[in-house]
């Protein structure tokens, strides 16, 4: 057995890892998976979540743990160990720091959004949030994308700037530019992100010609929570989502569908796009994700398979 | 985080380990604890559990894997992996074997049964099962009692030969007997273990006197799984269990709940016991374990104390 912390993770190349995603969709095409629905258990003011999932050689479970007053104790909120097993045997094969996993996975949920929804050619970018979802769509939207001018956002003037200086060191070409005003961010960018857990939409879409632009929602992750105004979705062309739990799952399809703004049919599954869309002018495009236990067992595979060729990680003598 | 192996596990004491169990019973009297239903994941013929328990200072939840074709690959068909969380900020701690752990916690559940419901004289005992059960119950009954003679029966002779070999090496002072006649055994031992995956029992009662013996039920843990005769739990003057659960998830309460054979509130939780019983001559104890996570989060809060406290384990930088 073998396990994987954070830098172990980062030794990985993203492009390895966003493959692993869209290894993820493969499966939901051809239904090759057994993802039952994650356990919820409450204690308190905190949750765990345990996600298994199994397809094909191997299984996972993602212990996730969500303790709001963790920061009083200067401690992350949210942890997570990932236990990956074989599946002709359930032999526990490696275990991985599962917060890591997730930043990662999610980024390249993002990156694939971006891949599929967003011209080759766009130059300008804007990232709400700039939180550890902030840094990974950042550097996953620059993975398969030259963007010139990424402008980031953030409640914290100051979280947005070192989340600048972070990204300058890897990326020299693109200027990153923080930018205290939320209209003007969406105004300037072609491909917008929202990598936040506001409770209410992070901008005002009164004033804003919303086409042309592509909208990444990754941060809702609870029927209450909303990222961005209900009028991206009404006038988005076309919406996906990675799971049509999402429609539940998430305030950024469950809000405007309660409200009768758009019709369920106008969800679809990301599963369904197997190539690049085909661009129209003026056209409006929304991805949202909420993520799910696949994502995470098809990324934990290709992580312990470079892990083990490469020789990553610390051994266990279990 | 630090993990922990089997080897690190048998470094611990057994009195230790039988005191974490111990304290487990006092969290159920004071309801100190919150052990939701687990979650069963069917896979094809495998099983994934997942049992979460959530009290005092620290959660954990145990990963365990029924994969019945295993033995093909000479691989083990139960598999396990225990991870153990701060209940302050919910950041994992330690990460340990989760079979290595279940066999040592079961063996302590079993020990507390003989500690609780045998006569501190006894000087014969009996074990049916000799595989990973059948060695930690017999640990934990040494530790307990000290026995002149312990009669051992296994379907397979050898395996039965295999474990008197290996407990000899620790127990000198008492003989261990392989035992091809199962009726004979329960004869002969005022206290009877089963520790099988038997679907039928593995003695028939009609010809033995049942009287002044104490019956440990360790194996079955399905409905259609029974390894002690209907006799035993009728003839029982007490009949205790670790959960109320088992009179669901275990053959050995539920068939002859199903036969109308007892009466539902013969059935007592063991926690209700809070010091040794009162011995009567003649009398019959049988005490009927399906084992709960609460056991494992105890035993493993214990365990990662007192590894911590000597220096046990593999460190890990999570």
Do not use: W
């Amino acid at each position: 057995m073998i396990f994987l912390n954070k830098n172990h993770m980062g030794r990985i190349k993203r492009q390895f890892i966003q493959d692993a995603v869209e290894n993820a969709y493969e499966k939901m095409r051809e239904n090759n998976y057994n993802m039952p629905d994650r356990m919820h258990v409450g204690d308190n003011d905190n949750t765990l979540l345990l996600m298994p999932c199994f397809s094909g050689d191997f299984f996972s479970t993602k212990l996730v743990s969500i303790f709001p007053d963790a920061l009083k104790y200067n401690e992350p909120a949210i942890n997570g160990v990932l236990v990956l097993n074989d599946n002709a045997t359930g032999k526990p094969l490696a275990v991985m720091d599962g917060a890591a996993l997730t930043a990662e996975r999610t980024g390249a949920v993002g990156g694939l959004g971006v891949k599929y929804l967003t011209s080759d050619d766009i130059e300008t970018a804007g990232i709400f949030g700039a939180g550890v979802q902030g840094l990974s769509q950042a550097k996953y939207l620059l993975l398969n994308r030259t963007i010139k001018r990424l402008y980031l956002n953030s409640k914290s003037c100051a979280s947005a700037q070192k989340l600048a200086a972070d990204l300058e060191k890897e990326f020299a070409q693109t200027q990153f530019i923080v930018l205290d005003n939320p209209e003007k961010l969406v105004k300037e960018s072609q491909v917008v992100i929202g990598a936040t857990t506001s409770s209410i939409p992070v901008f005002k879409a009164d004033d804003i010609d919303l086409s042309n632009k592509t909208f990444i929602a990754i941060g809702s992750f609870k029927p209450d929570m909303q990222e961005f105004p209900n009028e991206v979705i009404v006038r988005a062309d076309e919406v996906y989502v990675d799971t049509l739990h999402a429609a539940k799952e998430s305030g950024d399809i469950a809000i405007p569908l309660k409200n009768n703004l758009i019709e369920q049919d106008k969800i679809v599954p990301f599963s369904n796009l197997t190539r690049k869309i085909d661009f129209f002018n003026n056209n409006t495009y929304l991805f949202k994700s909420v993520g799910m236990a696949l994502f995470d067992l098809t990324v934990a595979t290709a992580v312990f398979r470079m892990a083990q060729k490469e020789n990553i990680g610390q051994k266990l003598d279990f």
